[in-house]
């Protein structure tokens, strides 16, 4: 975005109709609340109740820029320079597609071609805005020449799970390693089984993300056997998709050998979060009492409190059962966290509620 071009945008009044303070307050919600939102639901697990009250909220702000129209782009700017992070960027293209504006999108793709993390806010607005709204951008993108438009192309069909027919079949085996790795999500998500030849290809693939993305869309057409070593390694890895990675690693193989490289996992120290977390993953009820021990163990409560409740979703609903206070959570934790412990389960009060249910013997 050029100097010029944002202060034109910048300088230009609002009609006497729009309430200036109202329409940035708008903006400025819809940002935060975007980030917020994407925060939750990169959480482990994700509370779907708190997201959609979320969702609520920015759907009321994103109809306030709506009616603003042409006059927000003031705010929409300034709120950018200001902070240009994935939730103003959000608000930047959501604005740029509902208006239909091909400068404004040329705009938002640039900046988010420049974004340090993928796109996300960009990526994001193509999730939000209808099919319709933002197909002929993608029938467009998705055979660009230009690597990224391919990238944007093939995200906005994730976030829709729609099939792009036989293109999906030429980015499987796309020249850039981001373009092949969304595709091979795609493939999976959409359980093209007519690409199985590509994505067992892409097991060997140069590139950590089509080779783990290739590993997922098999196990999601039930061919684990293959993409087992690959889920394991990623998910040991500790990268940005070891928890996906994990869940498609239970997934992929029999129970029994799953326990069997989780209790491996036990055993080292490094690793053993991973192995506390997968368990919960195994949808096994009976371990409530092994997972409360581990609660009372610095170093793995956290992955025994997300894996507490991935298997009793229902506990959100009691808001005693997590805290940060060192005085609840026990002078092991005070130590451990330097007296600032993050948002851990109490192991005691989860002991308790779980007898008050008869969970427990």
């Known amino acids: 975005m050029s100097a010029a071009i944002a202060n034109t945008d910048l300088d230009a009044a609002p009609r006497p109709s729009i309430v200036a303070e109202v329409v940035r307050q708008h903006v400025e919600q819809a940002a935060f609340l975007w980030a917020q939102r994407h925060t939750l639901m990169m959480a482990d697990p994700p509370d779907m109740v708190a997201v959609a009250g979320v969702d609520k909220r920015l759907e009321a702000n994103l109809d306030g820029i709506r009616i603003a129209g042409f006059d927000a782009w003031p705010f929409i700017f300034a709120a950018y320079q200001d902070f240009p ?31 340090a993390d993928d796109a996300l806010g960009l990526v994001g ?30 995200s906005a069909c994730i976030g829709h ?27 999976g998500t959409l359980k093209r089984t007519d690409l199985v030849g590509g994505m067992r290809h892409a097991l060997d693939d140069a590139d950590e993300a089509p080779r783990f993305w290739a590993a997922w869309a098999l ?9 087992s070593p690959v889920l394991r390694k990623t998910a040991v890895s500790g990268g940005p998709d070891a928890m996906t990675a994990l869940r498609s690693a239970v997934k992929a193989a029999p129970d029994k050998d799953v326990r069997a490289w989780l209790g491996g996992l036990l055993k080292v120290p490094e690793t053993a979060p991973l192995a506390v977390r997968g368990s919960g993953m195994l949808g096994d009820r009976t371990l ?24 009793y979703p229902e506990a959100r609903e009691d808001g005693q059962l997590f805290s940060v206070e060192t005085s609840l959570l026990g002078q092991a934790f005070a130590d451990h966290f330097d007296d600032d412990p993050p948002f851990l389960p109490v192991a005691d009060k989860v002991k308790d509620w779980a007898k008050e249910r008869k969970l427990l013997d």
Do not use: N
């Open 85 to 115: 992070q994935k939730g103003e960027l959000f608000v930047f293209a959501w604005a740029a597609f509902e208006q239909a504006d091909p400068k404004r999108i040329a705009e938002a793709v640039e900046m988010g071609r420049q974004a």
């Open 125 to 154: 607005a193509l999730a939000w805005h209808k099919p319709q709204t933002i197909a002929p951008l993608v029938r467009d993108w998705i055979g660009a020449h230009e690597a990224f438009k391919r990238y944007l192309g093939v």
């Open 161 to 187: 799970s729609v099939d792009p027919k036989q293109m999906l079949g030429r980015l499987v085996h796309d020249p850039d390693a981001g373009v092949r790795a969304a595709a091979l999500r795609l493939a």
């Open 219 to 227: 196990t999601q057409l039930g061919s684990g056997d293959l993409a």
């Open 288 to 311: 409530l009492h092994w997972l409360i021990h581990q609660m009372r163990v610095p170093t793995l409560a956290a992955a025994a409190g997300s894996a507490f409740l991935e298997l």
